[in-house]
């Protein structure tokens, strides 16, 4: 069935460094997508989104970039620190304007470790 | 934001028995929530989705009568695991959305260890 997924399990970083985290989707139809953070026996924390109808969008210290030609979503966090420390998921819902939204389909995963 | 509760936090039970897992919008109206399982180092996956007043949609694989989903109010869903056994055990953790087009907000989730 359509899947997301991830190309990097683990990624570390040393305090400072920007992070790049990224995503692969399989599904064409996919009109809305998300990254979490989740911290250790948390619940995922919602981090930034980006519909399919755009390329770029800018957070605090976070970015996020679609590639809809290859289908990748990638998450930039700038200066990364000791705190950004978690488990990264892209997340993404069709019809985001409908019934389905919420009903999401969450990619592998990276591990995130930032060292002081 | 909109704060979602889940309780307990943790959970131990013996093999055979049931358990409830109860999922709160603190401070705003449900229509739908969804509930997810996590095994360790794991994605999260979509269990059922569950609308008040309906009954709850399974995901392909998931046992409905295993996983018993009710939600009764617009404030509480209730994930009941029934004759639970050792490969139950994972983390549960649900979302609440106050209407269609709008986001979801998630719970901090429930370790359940089945002994």
């Known amino acids: 069935g359509e899947s997301v997924g991830l190309h990097l399990p683990t990624l570390s970083v040393q305090e400072g460094d920007n992070s790049i985290i990224n995503c692969a989707y399989s599904n064409s139809a996919s009109d809305y997508f998300i990254w979490y953070k989740q911290e250790s026996g948390k619940g995922p924390q919602f981090i930034i989104d980006i519909r399919s109808n755009m390329d770029k969008r800018q957070g605090q210290r976070v970015t996020v970039l679609l590639n809809k030609t290859v289908k990748h979503l990638s998450l930039q966090i700038a200066a990364t620190q000791p705190g950004d420390s978690a488990v990264y998921f892209c997340a993404e819902t069709p019809n985001a304007g409908g019934t389905s939204y919420g009903k999401l389909t969450f990619g592998q995963g990276t591990i995130l470790t930032v060292h002081p | 934001g909109a704060v979602v509760s889940q309780h307990p936090s943790r959970v131990i039970c013996k093999s055979g028995t049931s358990v409830k897992i109860e999922c709160r919008s603190l401070?705003?109206?449900?229509?739908?929530m969804f509930w997810y399982r996590q095994f360790p180092k794991q994605s999260l996956m979509l269990m059922a989705t569950s609308n008040e007043g309906s009954k709850a949609t399974y995901e392909q694989g998931v046992e409905k009568d295993k996983f018993l989903i009710n939600h009764a109010s617009l404030t509480l869903s209730t994930l009941t695991v029934t004759s639970a056994h050792p490969e139950d055990s994972s983390f549960y953790i649900c979302s609440a959305r106050r209407q269609p087009n709008t986001e979801a907000f998630f719970g901090q989730g429930t370790r359940l260890t089945v002994v």
């Open positions: 401070d705003f109206q449900a229509t739908t």
